[in-house]
């Protein structure tokens, strides 16, 4: 899955947003949700610890490991523990392209999860472009296919 | 859908030779036999693939004692296909806010320059 914007704002402004708590708060959301921030380490294998208050009084504990941090080109990271909005299994990347005053922000969340994915580079001894081939043959391949069956059950 | 019930669903796809047999499913009913025919795998290897598909409620068994075919169970994968629909609207109300918060920061910053 991908998600893309173009960013009227500098690069460094951008990658400030995403790796300053203070600023994350503002537009993690979901809509009608707040952030609190109890750590923050943007470094790979960091944790990102947060919790998401919601609407209805409820509190959502989170926590992201991050995978790897090239400043200020890319974020890539997963979730994990049980109590989350977003479930696991996915590894998301996000990259930050420098449009020279505007920046291209592109988010995109890999399926099979991470674990399926180091199996392949085991088992089959594949490159990391045959590994992102397959990641996205996979992401592709997940849509069409639940949707010919949802077509099978009228 | 519960998200432990949608991790348990991603978990059971995340591989592909589970995914293979819920694409060879979706043309049909198949036996065990059947459908280890395109995989160089024992019979009790593509067992355990269906028992987790199973348990991840993607696929169900019949009760035939020798043949027990196997049927997909389009319930659980209607789920995944509404959870990433809504995972993307998410993403995309996020990227939005976040645009909105940049306009607002230049502007703060620009009015804070004109004072200096």
């Known amino acids: 899955m991908v998600v893309t914007r173009v960013l009227v704002a500098p690069r460094e402004l951008v990658w400030a947003a995403w790796t300053d708590p203070k600023h994350i708060t503002h537009w993690w959301g979901p809509v009608g949700f707040s952030t609190t921030t109890s750590a923050y380490d943007l470094r790979a294998g960091g944790i990102w610890r947060f919790v998401m208050h919601g609407p209805d009084g409820r509190d959502y504990q989170n926590r992201i490991t991050f995978d790897e941090i090239v400043r200020p080109e890319r974020i890539v990271y997963h979730h994990d523990g049980a109590d989350d909005v977003e479930p696991v299994q996915f590894r998301t990347t996000v990259t930050f392209e420098d449009l020279g005053g505007k920046t291209r922000l592109t988010m995109r969340a890999l399926f099979p999860s991470a674990a399926a994915r180091d199996r392949v580079i085991k088992v089959y001894g594949a490159d990391e472009g045959m590994v992102q081939t397959l990641s996205r043959l996979a992401d592709y391949l997940a849509e069409p296919l639940a949707t010919s069956l949802a077509q099978r059950t009228d | ?116």
């Open chain 2, 1 to 116: 859908m519960s998200t432990d019930r949608l991790s348990a669903t991603f978990a059971a796809l995340a591989d592909p030779t589970r995914r293979a047999i819920l694409a060879q499913l979706a043309l049909g009913d198949a036996s065990v036999s059947k459908l280890a025919e395109p995989f160089e795998m024992s019979l009790p290897a593509i067992s355990k693939h269906l028992k987790v598909l199973e348990r991840a409620g993607l696929i169900t068994r019949g009760r035939e004692a020798q043949w027990r075919p196997c049927r997909l169970d389009t319930k659980a994968l209607q789920g995944v296909d509404d959870w990433l629909e809504d995972y993307r609207r998410l993403w995309e109300e996020r990227f939005d806010r976040l645009e909105i918060y940049l306009q607002e920061l230049q502007a703060e910053d620009r009015k804070r320059g004109r004072k200096k």
